[in-house]
């Protein structure tokens, strides 16, 4: 076996708290050798970053190691001095940081930034430093490197932004290289090209990785070895392949399976795993996961299992693996089918329907220039007409800028549309929302994404659905009818009643979402907007509050439009599904259709970009080149023409493409005719 | 970036207009006849009348605004209800170029005092130095400039004879003792006041830069902390002092009515103090204008060199 | 460090409240009472800080004294707090034409340092507590609305406001049932503030001979008449300056702490 490249042996890490230590990551011990890319799998708060951080010997200025060691071909970092660290960052340990807008300073051009790598350790002149930063922007692929090196963080894209910092950390082949969730802020498109680009980085310069990440997908996609953490400790460790096939931890099992596929289907539930990850504080003293775990056994609550080697490289930390094993014990019920949903594919008639909708920001005024500034007129929304089918949901989805969001809330009325006409139940609905019914106000109803905002903080769980259903039942409800509903609603979102007492600061993140559901369905609406509901929790709660939202729509009657960046999250809900792409819908069909047999390139593109989370599949084979044009600037004729990889010529750059019918009320707007389109989704080779 | 100061200049006009309309409004549309307060209640209906004619205060409102705001940009800022009824311009001029003169050996004394104070406090977070720094600015902050004001006269200048300060200021001659020995003592009570608040907003800005991202990236490239503080955090922690430079300036204006008056320094404050007890009309308006002027200049450079510092407004 | 510094604080605004309420009952003499033959007399059990130059007990005026010192700062911030928040939430929330009229004209009152301001309008106006009254609470307006308003841009596109609206609630009932707890904190800090400014203000207005007019007792002015006649009575200067420190620093220092308890950092 080779020598590893950084070793961590019983690493033990504290944080300060105001009276005395806190601590976060307990005896984890992981190696990893020269080419290997290992992946450091999580939720949030699982102590991933620290760790990541501390095998460069980086500790936060709050931060202790409290025991073990890390040693960077032998030598042990945490016996260095400062001056011995510094000489080893940016050289020998480099970090690609998660937010690389943030991670790079404001005030110096890119250039400077990455030459000062250079200058530091290799002692070259601020010409050749640059000379090499302009080499090593072209290593990333960045097609303008001499331009680019001029520029300033700010006037790069996201994209654009994390190929610097990468470019920042090879430019002194390190011999480590740590990437903390680099591309979580990323667009899927973008994220597949970036991925692409670390694997083959990585290869070049010979290094070794660690790749931290929430990302069952990404991880699969990229990594050799895997470490899943939970609560600041290992709960398994294993070659990817084998921890995909085989997982043996039952957290392990629970995560994989939470995680939505666009497989998955609309006929079943998710499996979850029940209850929350432990505050750091109250961590149990037997097995960090045994409250959470459907096997665990009463000795699992009070004996801490030790990490075993069950197979070369698959280490576990589990009482029970052998029955696990054995098929002794199962960890997964088979998944329960979903109540049964009828969606009315084909009727005729709509909960709503948008026709011509249009929002556009900016250029409002020679006032507003003048105090404001934003010249650019961004036409957020352009034009578009969707319809939400009784009993269904229409899943919408598109990368960041594409209108979305603007286009949910200018349904609900949050913001007034500029024109545009709206039918809600087959009654004309107000583009305005001072000027909709109350009943109106009733039937349409919203579930945002910052958990952390949706409730009020000063008011109690029950204190919010009152007045949820003080102002939205049809008849006055007498105050004791009120408290029997709410507790009602609560059973609805699977919470108990005591949670009725309790202030938001007191839920966790999947808890506040699940009271947001509840509020949204006081007065059973008939349409619910959830915009990103579950993009801020991590997979294990989001299952649930998916599979609620699948639930509610059975036993309610209520009709969803369903909007994400998450395809799989978006697969696993929708019956129908429109792609947005830079305010416009490019294509819409059943889920079926837009899965199967995406016809429009962007849509072809996005699928094929998703991180599936099982390595045995090898990732989509179609790539975007270029970044998505900004909104305020729109390019003619079709607006992906400059990123399409089915390009016909002249006419997509001068020509807006028309609608074309592709059967079974399936829509692409294209060029391309429909059929040619579907053909050549027939004859690729099928990723699954 | 001209786009950018483009639309703070304009904007810097749309304010001074207003504040020219409030300004003028204030000082005339309140309750009371000039005439008669300026020359008694015993003054004959005919004395009245001729006193109005004389300084137009018998025209309508709007048109004595339009006349003033006229005449103040051709130069012409009325005469002085009082004494020999002397032109209002040279006076208040003069009275201002002495006023800056404070202004400027404040600023120089509490920029750097204060920005530094501030960076060490940032810099030494939750050590005893910090500590000190933040309890000197709690007490000093907010303490009326003729509390202080009065200390120093009767610690330093009476009470420390051999320093041989002045306890009344006058204006300085050329030279830089007499600067110094002038202007010390006014300087230092004005710092008082400002070093807490800027040292304060110094504190901030840099803990705030010391928490960002960047910074770290730059630790882990292997940088010497020299570098990492010096040219990546402060370069932007101090972006902000720029802008409360300009703000503390026109403070400072303001400010220094009290600390005129404490060391009977001829600045504009006093003449100001002296006008509003006259009811002095067009010095008032004179005065309040000029400063309003010099505080919207002051903003205008701040911005001028805020956006020349940062490229997120220079290549906007 | 903070705790005893903000009790600190609480403890030394607490007695010059007591003051301001109980002290003409405990003050020896009137506040204008000029007693005969005991002009420029050093403090002694007698007269606790002295005489002054006409022979009025130093104690018994800073007594009186204090009543003017906090009512007309204390009821002007309430007042000046009281619109500036409601003027804050509503530009804050609302928007649109509103907000650029009102915070143009804000903009525009805040170009005009405030004692000049102070200043200018007192000339105009003639001092009188009222007329001081009128004056802080134009000049604190818009910094109070100012601060509100950016708190209330922060919460405006929170998941719990857009609720609201989506439930159809009044506008007062998002403004003052939803918003305003969440700016609770920033106002709390903010009326501290205010407070110490509105003493600092005062009392320099006092200190020019423009504050509440004699004979009604007025630290400021005291500070000013004891100038004049330094040489023979220095405690009838040190008092009533000292009684202004020691309330502003005890202001600043509740200030100080409650920004600490309660987490706000917004402008200094």
């Not at chain 1, 939205?472 to 509903?485: A, C, F, M």
Request: glycine share 8%.
């Amino acid at each position: 076996m080779p020598n590893p490249v950084i070793e961590a042996r019983g690493v033990s890490m504290d944080y300060r708290l105001e009276k005395g230590w806190l601590n976060a990551v307990r005896d984890v011990s992981l190696s990893i050798n020269p080419l290997g890319i290992h992946g450091l799998v999580g939720e949030s708060g699982s102590g991933k970053s620290t760790l990541a951080l501390a095998l460069m010997g980086y500790l936060a200025p709050n931060a202790r190691l409290s025991g073990g060691a890390v040693w960077l071909e032998g030598e042990d970092l945490f016996r260095k001095s400062q001056a011995e660290l510094r000489a080893l960052w940016g050289s020998q340990l480099s970090l690609v940081p998660q937010d690389s807008l943030a991670a790079l300073n404001p005030a110096y051009t890119i250039g400077d930034q990455i030459a000062e790598v250079t200058r530091q350790h290799f002692g070259l002149s601020r010409r050749a430093a640059w000379q090499q930063a302009v080499e090593m922007l072209a290593r990333v692929r960045i097609a303008d490197p001499t331009s680019v090196a001029r520029q300033y963080p700010h006037q790069l894209s996201g994209g654009m932004q994390q190929r610097v910092t990468i470019a920042m950390a090879l430019s002194a082949r390190p011999r480590l290289l740590v990437l903390d969730e680099p591309t979580t802020a990323l667009d899927v498109t973008t994220e597949a090209v970036i991925l692409d680009l670390f694997r083959e980085l990585i290869q070049e310069t010979q290094a070794a990785a660690l790749y931290v990440s929430h990302n069952l997908g990404v991880i699969a996609q990229i990594c050799d070895q895997v470490t899943v953490l939970y609560a600041g400790e290992v709960m398994a460790s294993a070659p990817v392949r084998e921890l995909y096939a085989r997982p043996v931890h039952p957290y392990t099992i629970g995560l994989l399976a939470s995680i939505p596929r666009p497989t998955t289907g609309v006929e079943t539930r998710l499996p979850t795993i029940p209850g929350v990850a432990p505050a750091l504080g109250d961590r149990p003293p037997g097995c960090v996961f045994a409250p959470r775990c459907p096997a665990a056994l009463p000795h699992c609550f009070t004996d801490k299992p030790p990490l075993e080697m069950i197979a070369p490289g698959h280490q576990v930390r589990c009482h029970r693996w052998h029955e696990i094993v054995n098929g002794d014990v199962a960890i997964l019920t088979q998944p329960e089918a979903a109540a049964p949903h009828v969606a009315h594919q084909l009727a005729a008639e709509s909960v709503l329907s948008a026709r011509g909708l249009r929002k556009t920001y900016g250029g409002a005024g020679w006032w507003r220039r003048l105090t404001r500034g934003s010249a650019r007129r961004v036409r957020a929304v352009d034009d578009v007409t969707v319809r939400v089918r009784p009993q269904s949901t229409l899943g919408l989805v598109g990368e960041s800028g594409s209108g979305k969001t603007t286009l949910a809330r200018c349904i609900v009325g949050l913001e007034t549309a500029d024109d545009g006409q709206l039918e809600l139940l087959a009654i004309p609905l107000d583009r305005r929302l001072a000027r909709r019914s109350r009943a109106q106000l009733r039937e349409l109803q919203m579930v945002f994404q910052n958990p952390n905002d949706t409730l009020n903080p000063y008011r109690t769980v029950g204190q919010t659905l009152e007045r949820a259903l003080e102002r939205l039942s049809p008849q006055p409800l007498p105050p004791d009818q009120r408290r029997q509903r709410v507790l009602e609603l609560l059973e609805v979102v699977r919470l108990t009643p005591d949670y009725a007492d309790r202030y938001p600061a007191e839920l966790s993140g999947g808890e506040k979402q699940r009271v947001a559901v509840a509020r949204a369905f006081a007065a059973d609406p008939a349409l619910v907007v959830a915009d990103e509901p579950t993009s801020a929790l991590d997979v294990s709660v989001q299952a649930v509050v998916l599979n609620l939202l699948k639930d509610l729509r059975a036993q309610k009657g209520a009709s969803y439009l369903f909007i994400s960046h998450d395809l799989s999250a978006v697969a696993y809900l929708a019956d129908w599904i429109a792609v947005m792409y830079l305010g416009q819908i490019v294509e819409e069909g059943t889920a079926e259709q837009v899965y199967q047999r995406p016809s429009h390139p962007y849509t072809e593109a996005l699928i094929s970009s998703i991180p599936v989370p099982d390595p045995a599949q090898a990732g989509g084979r179609i790539r975007l080149t270029g970044d998505a044009p900004r909104a305020a600037d729109i390019p003619t004729g079709c607006r992906f023409h400059t990123r399409c990889p089915r390009k016909l010529g002249p006419v997509c750059e001068t020509d807006a493409p028309p609608w074309q019918e592709a059967g079974g009320g399936h829509r692409i707007r294209c060029h391309i005719p429909a059929a040619e389109l579907l053909a050549l989704q027939v004859s690729a080779p099928k990723s699954d | 970036m001209v786009r950018y100061l483009a639309r703070r200049a304009l904007l810097l006009a749309v304010t001074l207009l207003i504040a020219s309309v409030i300004i003028f409004a204030l000082t005339r549309l309140l309750p009371g006849d000039v005439a008669r307060l300026i020359l008694g209640r015993e003054a004959s209906e005919m004395a009245l009348a001729n006193f109005r004619q004389e300084f137009g205060l018998d025209q309508p409102a709007p048109q004595q605004y339009v006349n003033w705001l006229v005449g103040f940009l051709a130069g012409d800022w009325g005469r002085s209800f009082t004494g020999t009824k002397a032109p209002v311009q040279p006076l208040v001029v003069g009275r201002l170029g002495n006023s800056m003169r404070l202004a400027l050996m404040t600023l120089v004394i509490s920029v750097p005092l204060s920005v530094g104070l501030g960076i060490i406090a940032a810099l030494r977070e939750n050590t005893w130095v910090d500590a000190a720094v933040s309890l000197l600015s709690l007490a000093v902050v907010g303490l009326p400039e003729f509390v202080t004001g009065l200390v120093l006269i009767n610690g330093l200048a009476l009470g420390v004879r051999a320093l041989g300060l002045p306890a009344t200021s006058t204006v300085p001659d050329g030279t830089l003792a007499d600067w110094v020995r002038q202007l010390i003592l006014p300087a230092l009570t004005a710092t008082l006041v400002l070093v807490g608040y800027i040292s304060r907003l110094t504190r901030a800005g840099v803990l705030e830069e010391l928490r960002k991202p960047y910074v770290r990236t730059a630790v882990l490239k292997g940088l010497p902390t020299r570098t990492v503080i010096f040219k990546h955090v402060l370069r932007n922690a101090l972006l902000p002092t720029i802008t409360v430079t300009a703000l503390s300036f026109g403070w400072l204006i303001g400010g220094l009515v009290v600390i005129e008056n404490v060391y009977n320094y001829p600045g504009m404050g006093a003449l100001l103090v002296e006008a509003v007890k006259q009811r002095n009309l067009f010095v008032i308006q004179a005065i309040v204008m000029v400063t309003v002027f010099f505080f919207a200049l002051a903003n205008l450079a701040a911005d001028l060199l805020y956006a020349l510092l940062n490229p997120r407004i220079r290549l906007e | 460090m903070a705790r005893p510094l903000t009790l600190l604080g609480l403890v030394i605004v607490s007695v010059f409240l007591l003051m301001a309420v109980f002290g003409p009952l405990i003050a020896p003499y009137p506040f204008d009472a000029i007693i005969r033959g005991a002009a420029r007399l050093p403090p002694s059990p007698e007269h606790l800080f002295g005489t002054d130059r006409l022979g009025r007990d130093v104690f018994s005026r800073v007594l009186w004294g204090a009543r003017e010192i906090i009512a007309i700062p204390g009821i002007a911030t309430a007042l000046a707090v009281g619109f500036g928040t409601i003027i804050g939430l509503a530009t804050g929330y609302l928007g649109g034409w509103l907000d650029e009229i009102v915070s143009r004209l804000m903009d525009s009152l805040l170009a005009i340092p405030a004692l000049l301001l102070a200043l200018a309008l007192l000339g105009a106006i003639g001092s009188s507590p009222v007329g001081i009254i009128i004056v802080i609470v134009l000049l604190y307006v818009p910094i109070v609305a100012r601060v509100i308003r950016s708190a209330t841009l922060n919460l405006r596109s929170s998941g719990y406001i857009e609720a609201a609206r989506l439930r159809g609630e009044p506008l007062m009932y998002i403004l003052f049932r939803e918003i305003l707890p969440g700016v609770l904190p920033a106002l709390a800090v903010e009326s501290a503030l205010r407070f110490s400014y509105a003493i600092f203000l005062t009392s320099s207005l006092g200190f020019l001979g423009l504050g509440v007019q004699p004979p009604t007792p007025d630290w400021g002015r005291m500070v000013s008449e004891g100038r004049e006649s330094y040489a023979t009575t220095p405690w009838a200067l040190w008092f009533p300056a000292g009684a202004i420190a020691l309330l502003v620093i005890g202001v600043n220092l509740l200030a100080d702490g409650l920004r600490r308890i309660l987490r706000y950092e917004g402008a200094a």
